[in-house]
Protein backbone atom coordinates (compact mmCIF):
# COMPACT_ATOMS: atom_id res chain seq x y z
CA UNK A 1 0.00 0.00 0.00
CA UNK A 2 0.85 3.45 -1.01
CA UNK A 3 2.18 6.22 1.88
CA UNK A 4 2.80 9.30 1.03
CA UNK A 5 3.99 10.61 4.72
CA UNK A 6 5.43 13.90 6.00
CA UNK A 7 6.47 15.77 2.82
CA UNK A 8 6.15 19.25 1.98
CA UNK A 9 5.58 19.79 -2.42
CA UNK A 10 4.69 23.55 -3.71
CA UNK A 11 4.06 25.81 -4.51
CA UNK A 12 5.32 26.65 -8.03
CA UNK A 13 4.18 22.88 -9.41
CA UNK A 14 1.95 23.18 -12.64
CA UNK A 15 -0.07 20.28 -12.03
CA UNK A 16 -1.54 18.55 -8.87
CA UNK A 17 0.28 18.93 -6.17
CA UNK A 18 -0.52 14.81 -5.49
CA UNK A 19 -2.59 12.78 -8.12
CA UNK A 20 -3.90 9.44 -6.51
CA UNK A 21 -4.00 7.05 -9.79
CA UNK A 22 -7.30 4.86 -10.36
CA UNK A 23 -7.12 1.23 -9.29
CA UNK A 24 -4.57 1.76 -6.15
CA UNK A 25 -5.90 0.76 -2.95
CA UNK A 26 -5.66 1.24 0.85
CA UNK A 27 -2.82 3.69 0.94
CA UNK A 28 -2.18 6.20 3.39
CA UNK A 29 -1.82 10.00 3.06
CA UNK A 30 -0.37 12.14 6.03
CA UNK A 31 1.28 14.77 7.65
CA UNK A 32 2.00 16.63 4.16
CA UNK A 33 1.76 20.45 3.29
CA UNK A 34 0.83 20.98 0.30
CA UNK A 35 0.95 24.62 -1.66
CA UNK A 36 -0.36 25.16 -4.48
CA UNK A 37 0.70 28.41 -5.00
CA UNK A 38 1.95 29.71 -8.76
CA UNK A 39 0.11 26.37 -10.69
CA UNK A 40 -0.41 27.75 -14.02
CA UNK A 41 0.70 26.81 -17.13
CA UNK A 42 -1.24 23.86 -19.94
CA UNK A 43 -1.10 21.34 -17.62
CA UNK A 44 -2.39 22.79 -14.81
CA UNK A 45 -5.13 21.82 -12.28
CA UNK A 46 -8.61 22.70 -10.73
CA UNK A 47 -7.65 20.46 -7.61
CA UNK A 48 -4.38 20.32 -5.11
CA UNK A 49 -4.76 16.59 -4.38
CA UNK A 50 -7.00 14.59 -6.88
CA UNK A 51 -7.91 11.41 -5.17
CA UNK A 52 -8.83 8.64 -8.02
CA UNK A 53 -7.97 5.64 -5.49
CA UNK A 54 -9.99 3.59 -3.24
CA UNK A 55 -9.71 3.26 0.62
CA UNK A 56 -6.99 5.82 1.65
CA UNK A 57 -7.02 7.29 4.33
CA UNK A 58 -6.17 10.80 4.65
CA UNK A 59 -5.17 12.06 7.35
CA UNK A 60 -3.55 15.53 8.76
CA UNK A 61 -2.31 17.23 5.85
CA UNK A 62 -2.32 21.47 5.25
CA UNK A 63 -3.42 22.88 1.92
CA UNK A 64 -3.19 26.34 1.09
CA UNK A 65 -3.05 28.42 -1.89
CA UNK A 66 -5.38 26.02 -4.00
CA UNK A 67 -6.70 27.23 -7.48
CA UNK A 68 -9.75 26.05 -6.99
CA UNK A 69 -10.25 22.75 -5.18
CA UNK A 70 -8.21 21.59 -2.12
CA UNK A 71 -9.23 17.84 -2.41
CA UNK A 72 -10.81 16.43 -5.24
CA UNK A 73 -12.64 12.38 -5.34
CA UNK A 74 -12.96 11.55 -8.96
CA UNK A 75 -14.82 7.91 -10.59
CA UNK A 76 -12.80 8.24 -14.05
CA UNK A 77 -12.08 4.59 -14.16
CA UNK A 78 -15.32 2.11 -13.70
CA UNK A 79 -15.74 1.89 -9.97
CA UNK A 80 -13.17 3.49 -8.22
CA UNK A 81 -12.85 6.44 -5.79
CA UNK A 82 -14.50 4.98 -3.21
CA UNK A 83 -14.20 4.61 0.63
CA UNK A 84 -11.48 7.46 0.94
CA UNK A 85 -11.81 8.54 4.32
CA UNK A 86 -10.45 12.58 5.05
CA UNK A 87 -10.14 13.52 8.84
CA UNK A 88 -8.22 16.22 10.50
CA UNK A 89 -6.99 18.22 7.38
CA UNK A 90 -6.39 21.78 7.43
CA UNK A 91 -7.04 23.64 4.61
CA UNK A 92 -6.83 27.57 3.55
CA UNK A 93 -8.88 28.55 0.54
CA UNK A 94 -7.93 31.82 0.65
CA UNK A 95 -6.70 33.32 -2.85
CA UNK A 96 -8.06 35.49 -5.82
CA UNK A 97 -8.73 32.48 -8.01
CA UNK A 98 -10.05 30.46 -5.13
CA UNK A 99 -14.19 29.39 -6.24
CA UNK A 100 -14.20 25.92 -4.82
CA UNK A 101 -14.94 23.44 -2.45
CA UNK A 102 -12.35 22.32 0.33
CA UNK A 103 -13.37 18.53 -0.46
CA UNK A 104 -14.85 18.03 -4.05
CA UNK A 105 -16.47 14.52 -3.93
CA UNK A 106 -17.72 14.03 -7.69
CA UNK A 107 -20.06 11.33 -8.28
CA UNK A 108 -20.88 8.83 -5.42
CA UNK A 109 -23.15 6.88 -7.17
CA UNK A 110 -20.53 3.99 -8.25
CA UNK A 111 -20.09 3.83 -3.99
CA UNK A 112 -22.97 3.11 -2.47
CA UNK A 113 -21.40 0.01 -0.80
CA UNK A 114 -18.46 1.78 0.00
CA UNK A 115 -19.04 5.76 0.39
CA UNK A 116 -16.20 8.26 0.68
CA UNK A 117 -16.13 10.68 4.16
CA UNK A 118 -15.31 13.50 4.90
CA UNK A 119 -15.26 14.15 8.74
CA UNK A 120 -16.16 16.94 10.86
CA UNK A 121 -12.36 16.80 11.74
CA UNK A 122 -11.84 18.70 8.97
CA UNK A 123 -11.03 22.91 9.03
CA UNK A 124 -11.92 24.86 6.04
CA UNK A 125 -11.37 28.72 6.21
CA UNK A 126 -12.25 30.76 3.43
CA UNK A 127 -14.33 27.96 0.90
CA UNK A 128 -15.53 29.34 -1.79
CA UNK A 129 -17.99 27.33 -2.72
CA UNK A 130 -18.67 25.23 0.38
CA UNK A 131 -16.99 23.14 2.70
CA UNK A 132 -17.40 19.62 1.22
CA UNK A 133 -20.13 18.35 -1.95
CA UNK A 134 -21.37 15.85 0.37
CA UNK A 135 -22.60 15.58 3.92
CA UNK A 136 -19.37 15.86 6.44
CA UNK A 137 -19.78 13.18 8.67
CA UNK A 138 -19.52 13.69 12.73
CA UNK A 139 -17.14 11.82 14.65
CA UNK A 140 -14.60 11.54 12.23
Not at 61 to 89: A, H, M, S, Y
Not at 91 to 109: I, R
Request: hydrophobic share 30%; with cysteine.
Amino acid sequence: NDQILDNTVGPDVRADNLDVKEATSGGVISGNSFNSAGETGANFSNDVVAVKGDNYTVTDNTIINPRQDGFEVENLWKKVGCGNTFKNNKLNMAGAKTKGYGFNVKDQSVCKAHPNVVGASNTVTNPGKGVSTIPVTPGV
